[in-house]
């Protein structure tokens, strides 16, 4: 039996549909005076850009044999939320943006279920020559210019 198994961290990208960036987005575009923010902002995480994600699924596809293969894809580094509202609001062009942090649950998380840390160890597939282009900040970054061009 051959089985490839990712594990990707936070997927970023300009057609997502949800997610911190992309509604981090939204929310400045329907008000550009304060953003709200799930949790008491401290979470901090892993965020891969789609196109190193799809990499990754190339990489570990074209090296799988007649095995289960199983490999955790992200970036070496966590972002904290406080820190991604701060590069979309950088990003859109807007100034003095009031954050409104809703205090979270269960010691600041953002909503039941929410992790609050979370870094990937991805050294099996870097061990095939895998590695992100981004880093988290700099995915997050381009998915906001990527979403401001559509």
Not at 23 to 50: M, N, R
Not at 51 to 58: K, L, M, T
Not at 67 to 89: K, L, M, Y
Request: aromatic share 6%; proline share 2%.
């Amino acid at each position: 039996m051959s089985c490839i198994i990712l594990r990707p961290a936070n997927v970023v990208g300009p057609k997502c549909s949800h997610g911190v960036v992309h509604d981090f987005v939204k929310k400045l575009e329907a008000d550009s005076s304060h953003l709200e923010i799930l949790g008491d902002g401290t979470q901090s995480k892993s965020y891969l850009h789609i196109d190193d994600c799809v990499d990754a699924i190339i990489k570990a596809y074209e090296s799988n044999g007649d095995h289960v293969e199983i490999f955790n894809v992200g970036t070496d580094d966590q972002v904290s939320v406080a820190r991604v509202a701060e590069i979309v609001v950088e990003e859109m062009g807007l100034d003095g943006v009031d954050f409104r942090f809703t205090g979270g649950v269960d010691g600041g998380r953002g909503w039941i279920g929410d992790i609050k840390s979370m870094l990937l160890e991805t050294s099996r597939i870097k061990s095939l020559g895998w590695r992100p282009k981004l880093s988290s900040a700099e995915a997050i970054r381009f998915t906001v210019k990527q979403i401001m061009k559509q």
